[in-house]
């Protein structure tokens, strides 16, 4: 398999502040690789260093065979942004946004008209084109930059957070039209998220914290790492019940929002048991699979949070039916 990201020990220091401490991993050519982790985790700034925004302090990172920071041209004709924030000209049509991508882009004259047909195609804005885009929903707009970034036939797609502040079924659409991508379009796709429901859409994850990458695998062999079945339960005294089920059944036992839970293997027969044999009064009780919040929970102790997204991520959540 080829690799198309290779990233070796790649820093980025503010001052004396790590926010990038010396990562390493590589991306196949096709695959869909996320990162994931908390706000401030240092994914944007890991984004931002492999497609020539920011320079690194120190380490090596090659995109389609080019060096970042000495090939930075060749590099940027490989890649397609989208960035966290929007881009677009909002005064200007779809049409216009795009065109003007394809001169910066040095997209052959003759080719424009085709290129922007065939990526608003992709993402179903093609009866838009002619609208300005101040007139886009929060959706439309994400999908018109996910049509600009495609303009140039980039080998990789760089999405940071694509789809923040946007409505649970309008993130969904997005998705549908990233995995579309991956099939029409054949090239690697390469985002950031902090909402563990995308991770799961990729086909490997990066788990990043405090500027480090600390694990790197498909989800489903991530949540199988944490082995068994997670039980969950509230009780009317959860310290005693802590130490109870540390005691009776020698397990590691966290405690989120008044929420104890702790992994078992047989998680069925098990709940039977524990519901008749525990002494302490159970208010809520729920057996399930692992997620990756539970892998994130395992590997830091803390759960990553929709809440820990910055004021500017949240800023245009817009709900159904509002
Ligand atoms: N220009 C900057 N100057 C100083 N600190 C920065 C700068 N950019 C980012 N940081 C810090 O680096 C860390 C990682 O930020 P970032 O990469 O944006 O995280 P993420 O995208 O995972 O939320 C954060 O603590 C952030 O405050
Ligand atoms: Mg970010």
């Not at 881009?87 to 991508?101: G, I, Q």
């Not at 929060?138 to 797609?157: D, N, Q, S």
């Not at 525990?278 to 692992?290: A, G």
């Amino acid at each position: 398999m080829t690799k198309i990201v290779e990233v070796n020990d790649l820093k980025k220091s503010y001052k004396d502040f790590e926010a990038v401490k010396g990562v390493n991993f590589t991306v196949d050519d096709g695959e869909i690789f996320g990162f994931l982790g908390p706000n401030g985790a240092g994914k944007s700034t890991t984004i931002n260093m492999l497609s020539t925004i920011n320079k690194p302090t120190s380490g090596e990172a090659l995109i389609n065979g080019y060096n970042i920071v000495t090939d930075k041209n060749k590099v940027r004709e490989s890649i397609g942004l989208i960035f966290q924030e929007s881009t677009l000209d909002e005064k200007l049509t779809a049409n216009e946004n795009l065109m003007l991508h394809c001169r910066f882009y040095k997209v052959p004259k003759e080719k424009r008209e085709e290129r922007i047909k065939e990526v608003l195609e992709i993402v179903d804005l093609s009866e838009k084109r002619k609208q300005v885009v101040e007139t886009y929903s929060g959706g439309m707009k994400r999908r018109l930059e996910i049509a600009r970034g495609l303009l140039h036939y980039p080998r990789v797609l760089f999405l940071d957070e694509p789809t923040v502040g946007l409505d649970p079924q309008t993130r969904n659409h997005i998705w549908e039209y990233i995995l579309r991508l991956k099939k029409k379009a054949g090239i690697t796709i390469f985002l950031t998220t902090h909402y563990m429901d995308e991770a799961e859409i990729c086909d490997r994850i990066a788990v990043m914290d405090h500027g480090d990458v600390i694990a790197l695998d498909t989800p489903e062999n991530l949540k199988t790492q944490i082995g068994g079945d997670i039980i969950e339960f509230r009780t009317t005294e959860n310290e005693k019940a802590k130490t109870e089920v540390e005691q009776r059944y020698n397990v590691e036992v966290k405690e989120v929002d008044d929420k104890i839970t702790f992994q078992v293997n047989e998680g069925n027969a098990f709940l039977v048991q524990f519901v008749k044999e525990f002494s302490i009064e159970i208010t809520t009780v729920n057996l399930r699979r692992p997620t990756l919040n539970d892998v994130f929970l395992q590997l830091t102790g803390r759960e990553i949070r929709e809440e820990t997204a910055s004021k500017k991520d949240k800023k245009p959540i817009k709900r159904r039916g509002s």
